[in-house]
């Protein structure tokens, strides 16, 4: 999607350095982070919103691809956030799995 942060983020039109990559997904560092590790896993393609992934296997790989950075980079314990949808504070309409760690987490999230 030519108008799309992310998408160019993950083409290389905007330059980021990425902790992983393949043919199907791009990791690299969110630029406010919310604790010492916060991580950003995309699909290469352009998905609005989680709702909207209807490959299981991506939905899995990306999750399998934040599992492999945390466990290089050897944060042990972390969150898994995708926020959906403005109210859910989703702010980048192209699907992002946030992992944050680092930090001492609490419950409820806001
Ligand atoms: P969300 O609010 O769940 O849509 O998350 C969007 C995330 O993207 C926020 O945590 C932002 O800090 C992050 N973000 C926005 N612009 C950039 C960028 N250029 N590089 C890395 N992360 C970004
Ligand atoms: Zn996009």
């Avoid at 083409?11 to 791009?26: A, R, T, Y």
């Avoid at 406010?32 to 699909?43: A, E, R, V, Y």
């Avoid at 492999?68 to 799995?97: K, M, P, S, W």
Wanted: net charge negative; hydrophobic share 35%.
């Amino acid at each position: 999607m030519s108008d799309c942060l992310f998408c160019k983020i993950s083409s290389g039109e905007i330059k980021s350095e990425f902790l992983f990559e393949d043919d199907k997904v791009v990791v690299f560092r969110d630029i406010d982070p919310q604790g010492p590790f916060h991580i950003l896993i995309i699909p290469k393609e352009h998905y609005t919103s989680i709702k909207d992934v209807k490959d299981e296997s991506l939905i899995g790989h990306m999750f399998y691809a934040g599992n492999r950075v945390a466990e290089e980079n050897n944060v042990e314990n972390f969150r898994y956030i995708i926020n959906t949808g403005e109210e859910a504070g989703q702010t980048v309409f192209h699907v992002h799995l946030h992992l944050i760690g680092g930090r001492k987490m609490t419950w409820p999230p806001g």
